[in-house]
């Protein structure tokens, strides 16, 4: 199993930039898609981003699309969430998630609540205006 462990979350101004990291271990990282997904307070937990292994597809949530970057490095075993033009809908506590062993990359963009596996603590964004 994969361990994870994101950072990078806090007070962030209207139109601010935020980066978060999410720290991998354990299972290969290099070898599975990565993913984040968002939980605001009083709603249910939201897609944000998904990246391929190998960093050659990505897939954003409408909501953050132009706006937000998923990217990895997998030398590091890190993946990143760079969030740019914040808005205050963008206040949650963001988790980032592994693929699930024995889903493929096409599964994960068709349906990533089920094989994108939240497995970190998560960190919270707060968006202020």
């Known amino acids: 199993q994969v361990q994870l462990e994101e950072s990078g979350g806090g007070l962030a101004q209207v139109g601010g930039s935020l980066r978060l990291s999410c720290a991998a271990s354990?299972?290969?990282?290099?070898?599975?898609?990565m993913g984040w997904f968002r939980q605001a307070p009083g709603k249910k937990r939201e897609f944000v981003a998904a990246?391929?292994?190998?960093?050659?597809?990505?897939t954003y949530a409408d909501s953050v699309k132009g706006r937000f970057t998923i990217s990895r490095d997998n030398a590091k075993s890190t993946l990143y969430l760079q969030m740019n033009n914040l808005t205050p809908e963008d206040t949650a506590v963001y988790y980032c998630?592994?693929?699930?062993?024995?889903?493929?990359?096409?599964?994960?963009?068709?349906?990533?609540?089920?094989?994108?596996?939240?497995r970190g603590q998560g960190t919270l964004v707060t968006v202020s205006s």
């Open positions: 990246i391929s292994y190998s960093s050659m597809s990505t």
């Open positions: 998630a592994a693929q699930r062993l024995g889903s493929s990359w096409t599964s994960v963009v068709r349906d990533a609540d089920r094989y994108l596996e939240v």
């Open positions: 354990g299972r290969t990282f290099s070898s599975i898609a």
